[in-house]
């Protein structure tokens, strides 16, 4: 059964932040992971620099040097049956996300702090294989804001909010391989920006 909230009981460590520990069996990860590993990974290329991490987009994929979002391959049938029974776990609409992302960290691969592509909006991220440390921040007039969150193997997360469009992130390069499945929805229209940050958890 997924448990929510337990890890964040109140407050969030960030607004807009939420976590789903349990979201999938450990048979389903074991599942999830040999199709990850099946799946046509590439090493992430942003211009002449490669990644150490392996990825794959459906639905939508960025390229980086047109710097817009371009077509990808429709999401394969187990990714939108996964996204069916994810979706709900954080009380969203799973055709809303119309973005996959499969990523492979094996040892010594990580993801640099960034913030996701304003095309895209919510992002909802599966955490497979091994423990992860998600790291926080948030540049103040004092240096940076900073919050560590481990992502423990089954979990589901939610960037909302201020934690979607405040925040960068990043995970800490992995010891052992790690697999993850980022859903993401597109932007819609610019919020008001009094409106930023002020949904509820
Ligand atoms: O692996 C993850 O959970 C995070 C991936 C990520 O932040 C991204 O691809 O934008
Ligand atoms: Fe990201």
């Known amino acids: 059964?997924?448990?929510?909230?337990?890890?964040?009981?109140?407050?969030?460590?960030?607004?807009?932040?939420?976590?789903?520990?349990?979201?999938?069996?450990?048979?389903?990860?074991?599942r999830l992971a040999a199709l990850i590993d099946a799946a046509p990974l590439a090493p992430f290329q942003f211009g002449q620099w490669e990644g150490k991490r392996l990825t794959v987009n459906y639905g939508s994929a960025y390229d980086y040097q047109r710097a817009r979002p371009t077509e990808a391959p429709?999401?394969?049938?187990?990714?939108a049956d996964l996204r069916t029974r994810l979706a709900p776990l954080m009380d969203r609409?799973?055709?809303?996300?119309?973005?996959?992302?499969?990523?492979?960290?094996?040892?010594?691969?990580?993801?640099g702090w960034h913030r996701d592509r304003p095309q895209y909006g919510e992002v909802l991220g599966l955490s497979l294989s091994a423990p992860a440390m998600l790291r926080l921040r948030r540049r103040t007039e004092a240096g940076f804001d900073r919050r560590t969150v481990e992502l423990p193997p089954r979990s589901l997360y939610l960037l909302s909010g201020e934690a979607r469009h405040d925040w960068e992130?990043?995970?800490?390069?992995?010891?052992?391989?790690?697999?993850?499945?980022?859903?993401?929805?597109?932007?819609?229209?610019?919020?008001?920006?009094?409106?930023?940050?002020?949904?509820?958890?």
Not at 18 to 23: D, N, P, S, W
Not at 74 to 79: K, V
Not at 177 to 193: D, H, Q
């Open 1 to 30: 059964m997924p448990q929510q909230g337990e890890l964040f009981a109140p407050p969030p460590p960030v607004p807009g932040l939420r976590l789903v520990r349990e979201a999938v069996s450990e048979a389903e990860e074991e």
């Open 74 to 79: 429709p999401l394969p049938a187990w990714l």
């Open 93 to 111: 609409a799973p055709e809303d996300f119309v973005q996959g992302l499969l990523i492979r960290y094996d040892p010594g691969a990580g993801i």
């Open 169 to 201: 992130h990043s995970i800490t390069p992995m010891e052992v391989t790690r697999r993850s499945i980022t859903l993401r929805t597109m932007a819609g229209p610019a919020p008001p920006l009094q409106r930023r940050g002020s949904e509820t958890w």
